[in-house]
């Protein structure tokens, strides 16, 4: 249970009811249903300025789905928690059903803690925890700081994978409450990050200055999508900002993919990167060693 004194009216409400307005994109996401919110109970009904009120409280979130896994977002075997709504638009997305809040499941931060603790045995024993993701959690800084508040009152580790942009959403005391960060680095030049993400790159340097000055661990996550974000000078970029933050344990360099293009068509979404091929092992093993040249642990 979450601790009775917590006080979730001093976190912002910047994106936690929709409230955060980025300027205009080319294209909205259509309305559809979330998925994947199984073994969850879905928020009571209420109406509108009930429902509105405790999600300005945070406690009720818009949650796209959830999944158990084992050596990803983090170590051990994790709950990762995927929220809805993001203020990115990168071109490389492969959950553009995250995009909006409103496409998600109502859900209880009590009863998400809830299902999480019946996975405490296995974090424990795994030295695992619980990785919030999206979207951009930081979209719903109150519902996270619910989510990280009763996940460590249970003493289960705690990790976000964010991309940085909404940072300032993230308090001090949920920085007490967080372990880990997985800070997704999309391009080192802003205008490359501009083009690729339809946002500016400052707020994601400002977050990772920000975590290493408060000693934050940090993983990196950098995609490589030919074309777009592989040109050696964006990639030295990348590289030279990471290199700054003397918190950050790895880099995982991921190689773009073409998973999510179906979600794209069935979304009715412009999608770009349709004649995009995959990169090869060697021009992947070739970055990766730009930040090992760093002294950086890069996989």
Not at 9 to 30: I, N, R
Not at 39 to 49: F, N
Not at 195 to 213: K, M, N, S, V, W
Not at 275 to 281: F, G, I, L, N, R
């Amino acid at each position: 249970m979450v601790d009775a004194r917590f006080d979730a009216t001093k976190y912002s409400h910047d994106g936690s009811t929709g409230e955060y307005a980025p300027a205009p994109l080319d294209y909205e996401v259509p309305r559809l249903k979330g998925a994947g919110t199984a073994g969850i109970e879905g928020a009571p009904l209420m109406d509108r300025r009930e429902h509105l009120e405790a999600v300005r409280r945070g406690e009720i979130g818009s949650m796209h789905s959830w999944e158990l896994v084992t050596a990803v977002d983090g170590p051990g075997t994790r709950m990762t928690i995927f929220l809805a709504g993001c203020p990115l638009r990168c071109l490389y997305c492969h959950n553009p059903d995250t995009f909006k809040m409103k496409d998600g499941e109502p859900v209880r931060a009590e009863d998400l803690l809830s299902r999480i603790s019946r996975y405490v045995p296995i974090f424990r024993s795994s030295g695992g925890g619980i990785t919030i993701s999206g979207g951009e959690p930081l979209m719903q800084p109150q519902f996270v700081a619910w989510l990280l508040r009763g996940a460590k009152d249970m003493g289960v580790h705690t990790c976000i994978d964010t991309s940085g942009f909404l940072g300032r959403n993230l308090t001090d005391d949920m920085m007490n409450d967080l372990d880990l960060v997985l800070l997704d680095v999309k391009s080192g030049i802003p205008e490359t990050y501009k083009r690729t993400t339809g946002r500016d790159l400052q707020p994601t340097i400002e977050f990772g200055d920000r975590l290493a000055a408060a000693g934050k661990k940090i993983w990196i996550r950098f995609v490589v999508v030919p074309g777009l974000t592989d040109d050696p000078e964006n990639v030295q970029a990348v590289a030279q900002i990471v290199s700054r933050w003397k918190t950050v344990e790895r880099v995982e360099v991921l190689p773009f993919h073409q998973m999510g293009r179906d979600k794209w068509k069935e979304l009715n979404l412009d999608y770009q990167l349709e004649d995009v091929t995959p990169p090869s092992k060697e021009s992947v093993e070739e970055i990766r060693e730009v930040f090992r040249a760093k002294g950086i642990e890069t996989y």
